[in-house]
């Protein structure tokens, strides 16, 4: 069995917002799988969601391109939001853009085989940090449309059928600021619905309702997490009263796809405790 430490505790408190006993409880049934434990907890609690893992960022930047019926977003990523700020490093991440668009490439390795990996080296030289491209993913569409949130760390490529490139930038705008799953419900892995289903079923359970309407119940939270989390059924966020949706089809367009990069999405971050880390280097050096 996993030890349940005081720090894996916290962050899912963190998390969850839950005790510290409940969560510690949890963890212990769940062998020290955070994840796990909050789905339990979910099921036990009536939790609705948790918060994602604070420890899951990094820094650098993204960046997006689209013109002529193609759109690449990547990410480049640096150790610390100083040097993402930095112009060298602006220029070096435009330089990667620029050749991985030319060449629709998403192949990180590929785009950065030759030069770019020589600049790359000698930028590390000069900052002092490590900076790494970690990916591109690109939309193929009769009309594709970026968007770059102003901190340059959402960057969203959307490609329609129909329409123009104002209205591929403005539900590229949305998908920034709302962050969809899916463009539409029917596109949703069956797993997921599944796994939601699950959670509602066990928070249902002790509700002492009819069969029947515990069922009903069930139905309509999966109905309305299938809708929250597709493109098309969410309220567009410059105008709640039409639905994105609605607001493609007014423009005579229909959603291909759509790409959203988040700086540091997945990427574990280590915490450092700098008065710890100097303590232990004073130590070691008396």
């Given at each position: 069995?996993?030890q349940?430490?005081a720090?894996?505790?916290?962050?899912?408190?963190?998390r969850?917002?839950?005790g510290?006993?409940?969560?510690?409880?949890?963890?212990?049934?769940?062998?020290?799988?955070?994840?796990?434990?909050?789905?339990e907890?979910?099921k036990?609690?009536g939790m609705?969601?948790?918060?994602k893992?604070?420890?899951t960022?990094?820094?650098?930047?993204v960046?997006?391109?689209?013109?002529?019926?193609?759109g690449l977003?990547?990410?480049?990523n640096?150790?610390t939001?100083?040097?993402?700020r930095?112009?060298?490093?602006?220029?070096?991440v435009?330089?990667v853009?620029?050749?991985?668009?030319?060449?629709?490439?998403?192949?990180i390795?590929?785009?950065?085989?030759?030069d770019?990996?020589?600049?790359?080296?000698?930028?590390?030289?000069?900052?002092g940090?490590?900076?790494?491209?970690?990916?591109?993913?690109?939309?193929?569409?009769?009309?594709?449309?970026?968007?770059?949130?102003?901190n340059?760390?959402?960057?969203?490529?959307?490609?329609?059928?129909g329409?123009?490139?104002?209205?591929?930038r403005?539900v590229a705008?949305?998908?920034a600021?709302?962050?969809?799953?899916v463009?539409?419900?029917?596109?949703?892995?069956?797993?997921?619905?599944?796994?939601?289903?699950?959670?509602?079923?066990?928070?249902?359970?002790?509700?002492?309702?009819?069969?029947?309407?515990?069922?009903?119940?069930?139905?309509?939270?999966?109905?309305?997490?299938?809708?929250?989390?597709?493109?098309v059924?969410?309220p567009?966020?410059?105008?709640?009263?039409?639905?994105v949706?609605?607001?493609?089809?007014a423009g005579?367009a229909?959603?291909?796809g759509?790409?959203?990069?988040?700086?540091?999405?997945?990427?574990?971050k280590?915490?450092?405790d700098?008065?710890?880390?100097?303590?232990?280097q004073v130590?070691?050096?008396s």
């Amino acid at each position: 069995m996993a030890q349940v430490t005081a720090s894996l505790v916290k962050d899912l408190r963190d998390r969850t917002g839950l005790g510290m006993m409940e969560c510690k409880r949890a963890l212990a049934e769940s062998d020290g799988d955070i994840e796990k434990a909050i789905e339990e907890l979910r099921k036990s609690s009536g939790m609705k969601a948790a918060k994602k893992a604070g420890r899951t960022a990094a820094d650098g930047l993204v960046a997006v391109k689209a013109e002529n019926g193609y759109g690449l977003v990547l990410e480049v990523n640096s150790e610390t939001d100083f040097v993402a700020r930095d112009e060298g490093f602006q220029g070096f991440v435009g330089s990667v853009l620029d050749a991985a668009f030319a060449g629709k490439q998403t192949d990180i390795a590929a785009v950065m085989a030759g030069d770019l990996e020589s600049a790359r080296e000698a930028l590390v030289q000069k900052i002092g940090e490590n900076i790494s491209p970690r990916r591109a993913a690109s939309v193929e569409a009769p009309v594709v449309g970026g968007y770059v949130h102003s901190n340059n760390r959402i960057a969203v490529v959307v490609g329609l059928t129909g329409g123009d490139e104002a209205l591929a930038r403005d539900v590229a705008m949305h998908v920034a600021a709302v962050n969809p799953v899916v463009v539409s419900s029917d596109q949703m892995p069956a797993e997921v619905i599944e796994a939601e289903r699950a959670i509602y079923t066990a928070q249902a359970a002790d509700s002492g309702k009819p069969a029947e309407i515990v069922a009903k119940m069930i139905e309509g939270r999966v109905s309305k997490f299938l809708k929250e989390g597709s493109l098309v059924d969410q309220p567009f966020v410059k105008d709640p009263d039409t639905t994105v949706g609605k607001l493609v089809a007014a423009g005579g367009a229909e959603i291909v796809g759509f790409v959203r990069f988040e700086v540091g999405e997945g990427i574990e971050k280590e915490e450092v405790d700098f008065a710890a880390e100097v303590a232990a280097q004073v130590k070691s050096a008396s």
